[in-house]
Each structure stands twice: as structure tokens, then as C-alpha cells.
């Protein structure tokens, strides 16, 4: 069955430091984003990603953020300053078109921020 | 307005029973509701969904049953085993393909199973 990965699964950095979270959507997949969850908190939208470009973005995906989709199949996430509070899961997903497809999300990367 | 209330927070059901998970919302531009499982260190997965033209749908042991006037959607788990423990998200999202919906998630219901 396919299915969305992400790299590193777990990721510490330094404040201020520059971190990468790198995903592989499902190959025929059109839509890709990024969410979030504080720990033992809710899933947060972030942003969205749709024909090389953002569609929609959260409040929580100020300017320290960025995506990208440098080739046919990764989708990134770029946090430039990393802070405490960015410590979090990070979950990458894809949606497929149809009437009730939805979006499939990968295992995560967690993100700690020291 | 974006906001989806869940409830309950935490959930026991004894090995059999049904579990019975609820969510309200405000924004009535939502048009797809979809419920997802979560164990632990794990990303979401998508259990099942709904749109707003019909009032139930069945899959399984699982049913999403959607009132569309009370702006509310459960999610009912039959003959709950073990295997469900988990943590249940319902979500919601609005416009075009429901892959392309950025979806607002409730804050979660803890499912406790017990043998």
C-alpha cells in the first residue's frame, strides 16, 4: 500500500538553528501539506501546497517557515530560527483527488528544540 | 468559527461495548468530515469520512452518523476490542477534492479498550 514518509523520524537541533523535515508524498498524489502536534495536543494545520505553490497557510506558518518541492517527488519543510516552541510532531501529507479520498499523513518527525 | 469541539476527552469501554466519540462545529462551509486513528509515535490514519448529503455511512465496526441541522458528527465503534485503544480525531474541511482540504482537527478523544 503506498504510503507518505518522512526523514529524519526524530530530529534534535539547537535554538536558532536551521532545520530540513523532508517527506515523499504517495507518487499520485496532487496535494501536500504540513501539520503539526504539540505533544498531547491537537493535529494543527500549517500549510498546503497545490501546483508548485502554497494554496493556504495557517497563522502558526509566519515567515521563519517555508516549502518547497524541489523535485518530482520530495516535499520540505524549512524552519530558518528554530525556537523552544517549535518542539513538536510534524507531519507531513498528500491528498489524491475524489470525492472522499481525504489526506494521508506520514509517521512524523519530531522535532526537538534545545 | 474554524473551531471543532470533541468530546469526550478520554474514553473506557469495556471489550465489546460501543464507543461513541462526538464533534461539533460552527463553520457551515464545512463540507467533509473525516475521523482519524492515532496510536501512538504514529501519524494519523484515516479511519472514515462523510460528506453533509447523507446522514450515516457504515463501514465496518465503524459509523459516522452526521447531523447536519445541529451542526454535529459521532463516531460510533461497535463491538469494541482491544485493538481499537487509540486516540480518535475528527476533523473537517471545506472546498474542491477532499484531498486538496486543509482540515481543522478536533482535539482528540483517548480510547481505552478494555479486556
Known amino acids: 500500500e503506498p504510503e507518505v514518509t518522512q526523514t529524519p523520524s526524530h530530529q534534535v537541533t539547537q535554538m536558532g538553528q536551521e532545520v530540513i523535515l523532508r517527506c515523499v508524498p504517495i507518487?499520485?498524489?496532487?496535494?501536500f501539506y504540513w501539520y503539526r502536534q504539540i505533544l498531547g495536543q491537537k493535529v494543527e494545520f500549517l500549510v498546503s501546497?497545490?501546483?508548485?505553490?502554497?494554496?493556504?497557510k495557517s497563522e502558526i506558518f509566519d515567515d521563519q517557515f517555508s516549502v518547497e518541492r524541489p523535485d518530482g517527488s520530495n516535499f520540505t519543510l524549512k524552519i530558518r530560527s528554530t525556537k523552544l516552541e517549535d518542539s513538536a510532531m510534524y507531519f507531513c501529507?498528500?491528498?489524491?483527488?475524489?470525492?472522499?479520498?481525504?489526506?494521508?499523513f506520514g509517521q512524523g518527525t519530531r522535532l526537538t528544540v534545545v | 468559527q474554524q473551531q471543532v469541539k470533541q468530546s469526550p476527552q478520554s474514553l473506557i469501554v469495556q471489550k465489546g461495548g460501543i464507543s461513541i466519540i462526538n464533534c461539533a462545529y460552527e463553520?457551515?462551509?464545512?463540507?467533509?468530515f473525516p475521523w482519524y486513528q492515532q496510536f501512538p509515535g504514529k501519524g494519523p490514519a484515516l479511519l472514515i469520512a462523510?460528506?453533509?448529503?447523507?446522514s450515516e455511512k457504515k463501514e465496518g465496526r465503524f459509523t459516522i452518523s452526521f447531523n447536519k441541522s445541529a451542526k454535529q458528527f459521532s463516531l460510533h465503534i461497535m463491538d469494541s476490542q482491544p485493538g481499537d485503544s487509540a486516540t480518535y480525531f475528527c476533523?473537517?474541511?471545506?472546498?474542491?477534492?477532499?484531498?486538496?482540504?486543509?482540515?481543522?482537527f478536533g482535539s482528540g478523544t483517548r480510547l481505552q479498550v478494555q479486556p
Open positions: 463553520n457551515t462551509a464545512f463540507d467533509y
Open positions: 462523510i460528506r453533509p448529503d447523507v
Open positions: 501529507a498528500s491528498g489524491g483527488s475524489g470525492t472522499l479520498q481525504g489526506a494521508f
Open positions: 476533523a473537517a474541511g471545506s472546498g474542491p477534492d477532499t484531498g486538496r482540504r486543509a482540515l481543522t
Open positions: 507518487s499520485n498524489h496532487l496535494y
Open positions: 501546497f497545490y501546483n508548485n505553490e502554497i494554496s493556504e
